[in-house]
């Protein structure tokens, strides 16, 4: 199994999932956050494109996660997995009801060569779900938006081979920031984002002899650095912060392996 980010932040998010047994090969979208055309342009970068995907999920209902998801779906035939909160914020009466797949916390999807496991965090949205991906030896886990900790994430994310962590932002830069107070208490709330020293706290909590690597996501660029957020993933792993792989709002990140 392998995945790769198409970009990561604010402006837009979609990680790449792909697992092969034989000459069979499973590609899952989590999120699709950008125009048709330039998640068909990010595609292309990563090698692949959207006649080659298997399924979409979407984790909740917000721009920079859903993105294109519908149009993706219609045109492509896609089936398209989400919980029903998301499908009732972004769902459209035309879409074909062929093609929908509502899900929740808990549920097992068997798509192909590649089984996602999608759980309930905190999160300013309407049922959102992140989730865990596994190929039957190996297992990623993803978490792009959550506001805070809960002993059920972290139980969800035990185990994992590789783990894409939101580490949106550095406390004492946002706090610091021009962003007016209400939008501030809304990233720092429950139900907000992750920032760089809660993300480590995270990590500490789900450290194994397994885990190959850890990825940091969804940095935003006014209130982080992949510096800081580095630094604070890196010493949890007790590493160097050059170590740490950070996925960008405008490359993502290549394609990584989990062997």
Known sequence: MRFCSLGSGSAGNATLIEASQGITS???????????????????????????????????????????ALSLARQYKLPLFTSR?????????????ALLHLTRDGERLALGDIELRPFAVPHDANEPLQLSASDGHRRL??????????????QQLQHCTALLLECNHDEALLRTSSYPASLKRRILGSHG??????????????LHQGLQHVVAAHLSERNNSPELAAAALAEILGTEPADILVASQTLGMDWLDLN
Do not use: M, Y
């Not at 909160?85 to 009801?97: E, K, Q, V």
């Open 26 to 68: 499973t590609k899952v979208l989590i999120d699709c956050g950008f125009s048709l055309r330039e998640l068909g342009r990010r595609l292309a970068r990563a090698g692949s494109a959207p006649e080659q995907l298997s399924a979409i999920f979407i984790t909740h209902e917000h721009g920079d996660h859903a993105g294109c």
């Open 85 to 97: 909160g998301t499908w009732r914020a972004i769902g459209s009466p035309d879409f074909d009801p």
């Open 141 to 154: 886990g993803v978490i792009t938006d959550i506001g805070s900790l809960t002993p059920s994430v972290v």
């Open 193 to 206: 984002h992750l920032s760089n020293a809660s993300a480590a706290t995270l990590l500490s909590q789900c």
